[in-house]
């Protein structure tokens, strides 16, 4: 999916754009292997560093939930304030997201007592409403089209349920019906593989295409992420999520240091153009 067809935003009008008018430059990152790459690490971590913050800090979950809500509320606002795609600021709050969604899946199920199978049921049609609203709205779900403000709260409340839905999917594939982390793993990442080939082989829908495989990725990341760091009398492979936690921030760091340097993955009318916040 990393054709994902472009509605250009580039060039529309100035770079300082009030509410509901287009800014000059794309807010989200250009669909490459490299940001399948960090997507998936992102939910891994999601998956991890929610288990390893409920854990460490003693907060219970909903102690960490308003914690982490509220640091991500500050990095979305540091985000919706520039004014174009910035590597750093982007996926420290896709990362954030990952975390948040994550807890909202557990508070539902573990503090709530919310079946897997109601949460799945509820957070996909709350992501189906959000897709159905913005496209009445703005007639495009393309991310390459995130360009007012309006549209990339769409997108980041967009985000939100499909992390928060895949974290619901994940755990119940994985433990409901009892498959285990890495099948879970296997299954998810076939899945991704079947709408990849439905895509470039098939003609399915580069929009559709995106969409599907960015929900299927979160419980492919979170079922890595289990399978590492669970105890192995859980099916895990007993590393912790401290030591998966760290190994995951770190690769997703190099990367996002890597891709802030190059601007690799930015488009290429934007990469020759200097940009300033």
Not at 72 to 79: G, I, P
Not at 237 to 256: D, E, N, P, Q, R
Request: proline content about 2%; overall charge neutral.
């Amino acid at each position: 999916m990393t054709s994902e067809t472009s509605e250009t935003s580039v060039a529309y009008g100035r770079t300082e754009a009030a509410p509901g008018r287009r800014l000059r430059w794309n807010k989200v990152a250009e669909v490459t292997a490299y940001f399948w790459i960090i997507k998936v690490l992102c939910t891994t971590v999601g998956e991890t560093a929610a288990d390893l913050l409920n854990e460490k800090l003693g907060m219970g979950l909903t102690g960490v939930s308003l914690l982490m809500s509220a640091l991500l509320a500050v990095v979305l606002v540091v985000q919706f304030r520039t004014k174009a795609y910035k590597a750093g600021v982007y996926w420290l709050a896709v990362a954030l997201i990952s975390v948040v969604g994550t807890l909202i899946s557990d508070n539902l199920t573990d503090n709530l007592g919310v079946p897997l199978e109601t949460s799945t049921a509820v957070f996909a049609v709350a992501l189906a409403v959000v897709f159905f609203v913005w496209y009445r709205r703005e007639r495009t779900l393309s991310i390459h089209s995130i360009d007012t403000l309006s549209r990339e709260a769409y997108y980041w409340l967009a985000v939100l349920f499909t992390f928060a839905l895949g974290t619901a999917a994940g755990d119940l594939v994985a433990e409901r019906m009892a498959l285990g982390y890495w099948v879970s793993a296997v299954l998810f990442g076939l899945a991704i593989a079947a709408v990849a080939v439905a895509h470039f082989a098939l003609g399915l829908n580069a929009v559709l295409s995106f969409w599907i495989a960015y929900i299927l990725t979160r419980p492919l990341g979170a079922s890595i992420g289990d399978y590492l760091s669970q105890p192995t009398g859980d099916g895990g492979l007993g590393f912790g999520t401290v030591v998966t936690s760290v190994l995951f921030l770190a690769v997703i760091l190099g990367l996002v240091v890597y891709l802030a340097v190059t601007r690799r993955d930015v488009a290429d009318a934007e990469r020759l153009t200097p940009q300033g916040d």
